[in-house]
């Protein structure tokens, strides 16, 4: 996610100190253009299903 926009920025939840250490660390990754096309094109392949939100949420968010 850094790696797309500057103004974009991931909040990572965790409730382990191994698991910050474990996301604190992706900020030290650099994704060369290729890796980055490579993943991207991945990731537009995969069918999403399903609502974002429950449905007792969505009348919350507008959705």
């Not at 660390?25 to 399903?50: R, T, V």
Request: no cysteine.
């Amino acid at each position: 996610m850094l790696a797309q926009k500057p103004w974009i920025v991931p909040i990572p939840g965790t409730r382990k100190l191994d698991r910050l250490e474990e996301n604190l660390g992706a900020a030290d990754i650099e994704l060369s253009p290729k890796e980055l096309n490579d993943l991207n094109d991945a990731l537009s392949k995969i069918e999403i299903s399903g609502d974002r939100y429950p449905a007792e949420y969505a009348k919350r968010v507008g959705k």
